[in-house]
T-cell receptor, first 108, second 116 residues
Framework: EDQVTQSPEALRLQEGESSSLNCSYT??????LFWYRQDPGKGPEFLFT???AGEEKEKERLKATLTKKESFLHITAPKPEDSATYLC?????????FGPGTRLSVLP | GAVVSQHPSWVICKSGTSVKIECRSL??????MFWYRQFPKQSLMLMAT?????????EQGVEKDKFLINHASLTLSTLTVTSAHPEDSSFYIC????????????FGPGTRLTVT
């Protein structure tokens, strides 16, 4: 069965304290690993797509990496405005399989 | 680019009435649109997939007669919740995909439905 898991479920960081979020997947025929940010009461905001193991993408304080079994979202020197739920998803057929998300809180 | 809008952003309706939610891709043509439902502190649950001009494909357990989906054009999909009940209260989010080998989905801001 295609599955996506994320860890940790919740993460509290002090401002400036770097960390990583994990997304593990068991999807055959992967055609993309996607990262989204979701703020409360809003739709997910697209961050990155990764297609092949070894690929990396960066945007401001965020860097996403991909291996054959998992993806990491590295957050460098986070700020309070980075607080959100981060969702990863893989696709099977036409559709997405979403992970449960990691709720990130960055304290000033 | 890749902006998706939803209307309304929130709606309150009485039990037994129907509510229509619109999803539009503003700056691209979407070959496929998706409708999700999200409960508090939970991830997104796919309800149905729709392709322009075709009948929607519903996920197992989603009542197609209750949640009517119309994908009339490459930029517009609508979700109608018929005979709404309080248990239909939820956050509904649509997404759109360009297609052609690009699997990225772009999400709308969501619609909060409250049924009283």
């Amino acid at each position: 069965e295609d599955q996506v898991t994320q860890s940790p479920e919740a993460l509290r960081l002090q401002e400036g304290e770097s960390s990583s979020l994990n997304c593990s997947y068991t999807v055959s025929g992967l055609r993309g690993l996607f990262w989204y940010r979701q703020d409360p009461g809003k739709g997910p905001e697209f961050l990155f797509t990764l297609y092949s193991a070894g690929e990396e993408k960066e945007k401001e304080r965020l860097k996403a990496t991909l291996t054959k079994k998992e993806s990491f979202l590295h957050i460098t020197a986070p700020k309070p405005e980075d607080s959100a739920t981060y969702l990863c998803a893989t696709n099977y057929g036409q559709n997405f399989v979403f992970g449960p998300g990691t709720r990130l809180s960055v304290l000033p | 680019g890749a902006v998706v809008s939803q209307h309304p952003s929130w709606v309150i309706c009485k039990s037994g009435t129907s509510v229509k939610i619109e999803c539009r891709s503003l700056d691209f043509q979407a070959t496929t649109m998706f409708w999700y439902r999200q409960f508090p502190k939970q991830s997104l649950m796919l309800m149905a997939t729709s392709n322009e001009g075709s009948k929607a494909t519903y996920e197992q357990g989603v009542e197609k007669d209750k949640f009517l989906i119309n994908h009339a054009s490459l930029t517009l999909s609508t979700l109608t919740v018929t005979s709404a009940h309080p248990e239909d209260s939820s956050f509904y989010i649509c997404s759109a995909r360009v297609g052609g080998g690009n699997y990225e989905q772009y999400f709308g801001p969501g619609t909060r439905l409250t049924v009283t």
